[in-house]
């Protein structure tokens, strides 16, 4: 059995009792004489052995393996049509179970968005009469509660454009944008005392890249936030901007974003960016951040990945193909005029 297993080949022999190496339980117990081994392959991997076996001697004809070997292959295309029903049958109940899902999420943020600009105006309203009156603790819970419907307004638009990208609606609108900038201004309206983000940017000219800002803002945003939201208090996340200049395909603008969370796991990192994915290391939210930032990677023509080993944080990058013309990239030389 062990050989068949192993070896992926047929075993034939009509006197087992003279085979010093078989168990004595079938030798002696069984009383087995003849014996035919064919391996069992299941979707292309050998998954284990079937054995014919006859208390007569040289019982199994050559007919009689060429049948047996035919039952082993019919056995495992058998039983691998029935893993991939079970499979099937798992998809579909996870596919509906993803559509309800979805469906009702984006239905309750467009009625969560009718409430947000009148509850946001209440809230300004709040601020100003107690600025007034010179209530100054009022006013740091007015600008506090402010800034929580905000980031409810930043999920529900999340959300809303995740349905948008969906139904192929889902637009851009391009101009020149100073990336660097752009970031700069991005990790500063993210981080706080407990949670600083450091920008390094690469010296040199600008890096300017054809690209959506508002889309863009967030893009990055979503990509800051979810390694704030993974760092310990008073760890800071580090963004790099850089470039890869000798590339076949031209220069690419590199946003390298350094969390120091508790990284992510084997089973997590290859579905990190599909949608209301969640683990162990997540900490509320809908799971649509770093879809929605991948999507609005590809659509600037660009790509967002991931790396992490567990226990030592996460790396993002996010790639942008430069402008023709960028200072940044880089120039050709003009050809030589023909001595005359």
């Known amino acids: 059995m062990v050989h068949v297993y192993q070896t992926g080949e047929t075993f034939v022999t009509g006197h087992l009792q003279q085979d010093p190496e078989e168990l004595r339980g079938i030798k002696e117990g069984l009383r087995i004489q003849s014996k035919v081994g064919v391996p069992l392959s299941i979707g292309g991997q050998r998954r284990g052995m079937m054995m014919v076996a006859s208390l007569q001697p040289d019982f199994f004809t050559p007919e009689d393996v060429r049948f047996i070997e035919a039952v082993g292959r019919w056995v495992g295309i058998l039983a691998h049509r029935a893993e991939l029903a079970e499979q099937i049958g798992r998809n579909a109940l996870e596919q509906g179970r993803r559509a309800g899902a979805e469906e009702l999420v984006t239905v309750l943020a467009h009625d969560l968005r009718n409430f947000l600009s009148p509850l946001h105006m209440r809230l300004e309203l709040m601020r100003l009469r107690a600025e007034r009156d010179g209530r100054g603790e009022d006013v740091r819970d007015a600008d506090a509660a402010a800034n929580a419907v905000q980031r409810l307004g930043s999920l529900v638009s999340d959300i809303l454009d995740v349905a948008r990208i969906d139904q192929g609606v889902f637009r851009l609108e391009p101009q020149l944008v100073d990336l660097g900038a752009l970031v700069r201004e991005t990790a500063a309206m993210l981080a706080t005392p407990e949670h600083p983000v450091s920008v390094t940017l690469e010296q040199g000219q600008k890096i300017e890249i054809a ?111 430069l402008v023709a013309g960028s200072p940044a990239a880089p120039q050709e030389a003009p050809s030589a005029s023909p001595r005359r």
């Open 211 to 321: 690209a959506d800002p508002a889309r863009l803002r967030q893009c990055l945003e979503n990509i800051i936030a979810n390694a704030i939201q993974k760092s310990p208090k008073h760890a800071a996340v580090s963004v790099f901007v850089t470039l890869q200049k000798n590339r076949p395909d031209g220069p690419l603008a590199n946003v390298t974003v350094i969390d120091q969370g508790p990284g992510i796991s084997e089973e997590l990192l290859p579905h990190v960016f599909e949608r209301f994915v969640s683990g162990k290391q997540r900490q509320g939210g809908l799971g649509l951040g770093l879809y929605l930032a991948k999507r609005v990677a590809g659509m600037h023509g660009g790509d967002l990945t991931a790396e992490s080993a567990p226990g030592k944080g996460a790396r993002f990058m996010l790639t942008l193909p």
